[in-house]
């Protein structure tokens, strides 16, 4: 079975500093990893992607993430955060046997103060 | 492109009455899922369909929720009878073919009330 996992409910950080949103995962195969954010009141967001390749992977509005095989982890970061950052955050796996099906974690709340 | 439609945006109804919410997935997309979000479980997968054929519905809570998608286009999540343990916010997506590496694009939701 795969699962996912986010260890910290919520992330405080002031704007400007670096932000890191931690993701773990435990797959049997090759984990095919995303991350996803959610403003209030809205649907979930595609940020970025791991399929295969080079472990740092850009996605949109500036966040980046770095797949780690050997730490099963696949941490989200942006060099400067932004108040408008601010919102929740999951990360999800999907492996090869399980076609369409992602699994996600149970989401991490990030709050960038001014 | 429009993005996963999804109808209503809010449902308020009264225990025991029966709810529809429907969603329309993206033009092209061959894989449908629908999903529960709480603030207790979290997201949840209820269900999913690839080629409008349901492979699986292990995440359906119960045999008062029942999903179809008789085409391409629309699909429906029934509750029947609901029940005040069913309000969330119950969100629709999509994606295409390649499933294994495409993302999944999420509607607005549907953020269901039952009194």
């Known amino acids: 079975a795969q699962s996912v996992a986010q260890p910290e409910d919520q992330v405080n950080v002031a704007e400007g500093n670096p932000l890191t949103v931690k993701c773990t995962y435990s797959?049997?195969?090759?984990?095919?990893l995303f991350w996803y954010v959610q403003y209030p009141n809205r649907g979930l967001q595609f940020l970025l992607k791991?399929?295969?390749?080079?472990?740092l992977v850009k996605g949109s509005y500036g966040f980046e993430a770095e797949f780690n095989k050997s730490q099963t982890s696949f941490h989200l970061k942006k060099p400067s955060a932004l108040v408008s950052d601010s919102a929740l955050y999951f990360c999800?796996?999907?492996?090869?046997?399980?076609?369409?099906?992602?699994?996600f974690g149970q989401g991490t709340i990030l709050t960038v103060h001014p | 492109d429009a993005g996963v439609i999804q109808s209503p945006r809010h449902e308020v109804t009264e225990m025991g009455q029966e709810v529809t919410l429907r969603c329309k997935p993206i033009s092209g997309h061959d894989y449908l899922f629908w999903y529960r979000q709480t603030m207790m479980r979290g997201l949840e997968l209820l269900i999913y369909?690839?080629?409008?054929?349901?492979?699986?519905d292990s995440g359906m809570p119960e045999d008062r929720f029942s999903a179809k998608m008789p085409n391409a286009s629309f699909s429906t999540l029934k509750i029947q009878p609901s029940e005040p343990r069913d309000s969330a916010v119950y969100f629709c997506a999509s994606s295409a073919l390649a499933g294994l590496f495409d993302e999944q694009f999420f509607g607005p939701g549907t953020r269901l009330t039952v009194l």
């Open positions: 999800a796996v999907r492996v090869s046997t399980s076609y369409g099906k992602l699994t």
């Open positions: 797959v049997s195969g090759n984990p095919y």
């Open positions: 791991y399929i295969t390749g080079d472990n």
């Open positions: 369909f690839n080629n409008n054929v349901p492979i699986d």
